[in-house]
């Protein structure tokens, strides 16, 4: 497999994370160097290490997991959407979010939504028996730099829309994850 189409799933693969990390950024009143390499590197660390799940478990496991990858990514999706969409509405009092995207639980289960698909391609990967190690670096470096772009993108443009921009992150969310489900249904 050459760069050019590592580069491809690896973009491919990112978008996800990229949309959260935007509609994370719209969250935050100014940029955070801190918020940015956080999001970037839990959502590029999952991003590189799924494929290598998916492939060492494409070894004995395939027929299981790609039986019900779609609907824990769809389920992860549309309740952290769903969640953005309410914390959108709900503000305390000093005017910021009751929950966060910094916070520890909901990295890790944005993390792991937003690489469901990258256990996939690392399945994928294992029936082609192409070697890991390269395309999960290339997925995890990508990955990270959407990710940190993405914070810094929303912090820029999210307040002129406010409360808009989140309601249609939760969207996104949702979206992505019905989008997964029909990929896998249809």
Same mark, same amino acid.
């Given at each position: 497999?050459?760069?050019?189409? &590592?580069? +491809? #799933?690896? /973009?491919?693969?990112?978008?996800? @994370? *990229? ?5 994370? =950024?719209?969250? $935050? ?26 492939? &060492?478990? +494409? #070894?004995? /496991?395939?027929?299981?997991?790609? @039986? *019900? ?5 769809? =389920?992860?999706? $549309? ?108």
């Amino acid at each position: 497999m050459n760069l050019i189409e &590592l580069l +491809g #799933i690896a /973009l491919g693969l990112s978008m996800d @994370a *990229f949309a959260v990390s935007v509609s994370s =950024g719209v969250t $935050a009143r100014r940029f955070h160097l801190r918020h940015g390499l956080l999001l970037g590197t839990f959502f590029g660390g999952f991003q590189a290490l799924m494929p290598v799940v998916g492939w &060492l478990a +494409g #070894i004995g /496991l395939r027929s299981y997991i790609t @039986a *019900f990858d779609h609907w824990i990514a769809f =389920g992860l999706l $549309a309740v952290i959407g769903g969640k953005m969409i309410y914390e959108s509405f709900v503000l305390d009092e000093d005017g910021k979010h009751q929950g966060s995207a910094t916070e520890l639980a909901t990295l890790l289960v944005l993390s792991i939504a937003t690489s469901i698909d990258a256990l996939a391609v690392g399945l994928s990967l294992c029936m082609l028996r192409v070697a890991i190690i390269k395309p999960a670096v290339v997925i995890g470096i990508v990955t990270f730099i959407l990710s940190f772009t993405g914070v810094y993108v929303g912090v820029r443009v999210g307040h002129w829309f406010e409360k808009k921009i989140e309601v249609a992150g939760g969207v996104i969310l949702i979206v992505i994850g019905v989008k997964i489900l029909l990929q896998h249904t249809l």
